[in-house]
């Protein structure tokens, strides 16, 4: 496994914005304070949300539209750089009100409220590349 | 996004006993422990479960009632200050023996068996207060 | 509740091998590093899986066998000792193309692509022992 270690920054706990869009709320805060690398969870409930499943043979995203209120049930994931970019990678399980779980790759999700835990990663730069075997952005960890 | 950022206090492994109430448990630990704030998970097995779905036109919650042995899929959440008291709150997928998932809010479990990942945040109190928009107690950020 | 607290060792970030299996690639990986106690989360897709479910009547684990590819929504845990050995104990939330979930204990699975987030836990080791009432092998925290 590549891999490498690194120094625990910050933790943050945040309160995400009614109506702001999750996925770009997270990396926006993140970029505002400089933070480069993070894991993250965030619980709470969306007013509806896209989720993805990557098809592992066509190497193409599907997407799912989920156009009612959820519960965020769990939602975590990284914060790394791709194309120079601070990037964030989550995945997320939204339950409706029977308690019926939807799950996947998380695109965006329109916030109704949401709490943030954001633990900063300090250390050598972690970039996502494009793997070939895959056909997704991959961590490269460097020297 | 209103935010702090927080210090790592302990880190607390913990096995939860047996017939517990799980929320309850986690709960009477961190206070026992003078904990103020944290975020953790659990992972095991419990009983039985009442979780919860919010109705976000409504502002009222629905519970959802599963009266059956269930897996712990995933379980976290923080704790807190609402009304100058130490406050739980998690959400939490359970599975059932076809690996069926259910999702939403914990509001209590029975226990199983199930582990406990505890990382107490030092800092600044932080409280929860009525939010008029999403009728809920959310966290308020001072100064 | 038994616990004991740690001091928190070193994170990792890790990208689990194409066709390696998740579970034992976390297990091998941080036995490599010398880790002896961590808690972990997964986050990618999988070709395949085998969660389980364990009876809490007879006491014996029923697998689930997942033939087709699917996102992990979730998958986290801790490591520990069993039977002197570092020993992974893990939970997980797969989704399929129409973001139906299922969910359980995770005993196996073969990566498509998966990142892994581990922090290191120091200080008195954990060891699981067999326990009567539930008949699974659950932490005692000695002295």
Redesign the interface.
């Known amino acids: 496994?590549?891999?490498?270690?690194?120094?625990?920054g910050?933790?943050?706990?945040?309160?995400?914005?009614?109506d702001?869009e999750l996925v770009r709320?997270v990396v926006n805060?993140a970029r505002g304070k400089k933070v480069k690398?993070a894991?993250f969870?965030v619980?709470g409930?969306v007013?509806q949300a896209r989720?993805a499943?990557?098809?592992?043979?066509s190497h193409e995203y599907?997407k799912?539209e989920?156009d009612q209120?959820l519960?965020?049930?769990?939602c975590?994931?990284?914060l790394?750089l791709k194309d120079g970019k601070l990037f964030a990678?989550?995945?997320?399980?939204?339950?409706?009100?029977?308690?019926?779980?939807?799950?996947?790759?998380m695109i965006k999700a329109t916030v109704?409220?949401a709490?943030?835990?954001l633990?900063e990663?300090l250390g050598k730069k972690?970039e996502r590349e494009y793997?070939q075997?895959?056909g997704?952005a991959?961590?490269e960890?460097r020297g």
């Open positions: 496994m590549q891999s490498s270690n690194y120094k625990l910050r933790f943050f706990l945040g309160r995400l914005k009614h702001s709320s805060f690398m894991v969870t619980v409930a007013k989720l499943y990557y098809d592992q043979a599907q799912i989920l209120p519960e965020i049930a769990s975590f994931g990284n790394s990678h989550a995945h997320a399980v939204l339950a409706d009100e029977a308690s019926k779980a939807y799950a996947g790759h109704f409220a709490e943030l835990h633990q990663l972690l793997d075997t895959t997704l991959l961590w960890f």
